[in-house]
Nanobody, 120 residues
């Protein structure tokens, strides 16, 4: 079992930045590809990005160039740095693992989510 807990969500204005954190426990964290997903009201959950155990990152086109994922294996932490936020980024953000390349298999572990609201 792996437990994941997100933090750092909140309400911001368009153009602002926000940093989400995901704390992991229960499994050898350094072996897992970690990722972020989001779900807006009335929409399906969508992939935001992933980071491999070695630190290689992949992003959805909608956030590429604005969002950055990083990890601290020693601290069992994953981060999502979000810049130039837009109203369409409003969603509940979820940390997940493992996030396989190509999303050929759904992640097994999910956090409860943290809300991000972007509004003027």
């Amino acid at each position: 079992q792996m437990q994941l807990v997100e933090s750092g969500g909140g309400s911001v204005q368009p153009g602002d930045s926000l940093r989400l954190s995901c704390s992991a426990s229960g499994r050898p964290f350094e072996n897992y590809a970690m990722g972020w997903f989001r779900q807006a009201p009335g929409k399906d959950r969508e992939f935001v990005g992933r980071i491999s155990p070695s630190g290689m990152t992949t992003y959805a086109d909608s956030v590429k160039g604005r969002f950055t994922i990083s990890r601290d294996n020693a601290a069992y932490m994953v981060y999502l740095e979000m810049n130039n936020l837009k109203p369409e980024d409003t969603a509940t953000y979820y940390c997940a693992a493992p996030v396989v390349a190509g999303l050929t298999r759904a992640p097994e572990y999910w956090g409860p989510g943290t809300q991000v609201t972007v509004s003027s």
